[in-house]
């Protein structure tokens, strides 16, 4: 992925604890986001709370655009079907695209050797 200054950043799945509310129609929303680091954010507002996706690789996917004060991110609930074989039973997992390290962007790496 690639920032607005250029910087490219690399994205990867970040599982996080979530508290969410069952209602009494079956929707799910996600209350607060915890990470591994033991810090947590308040969803201020579910602003799109999407449907599951296709069935893939025994996963589906539902999308929710959440905001934490002026920050607006998506948090994503995986359902995993059961494995009968492995003695796994259906799983719902939480996670959200993290960042890895920052590298230069191209124009910054041209400024750099010259």
Known sequence: MTTT???RRRVHREYVDVYARFGRDGAIEPVCVMWKDGRS????EVMEA???GALVRGRQTARYRVRFGRHETDLYLERREPVPAMGEGERLLWWVN????TKPGKAEQGRRSG
């Not at 993290?98 to 390290?101: L, P, V």
């Open 98 to 101: 993290a960042f890895d390290t």
């Open 50 to 52: 999407g449907g599951f």
């Open 41 to 44: 954010f308040r969803v201020d």
């Open 5 to 7: 200054s250029g910087e």
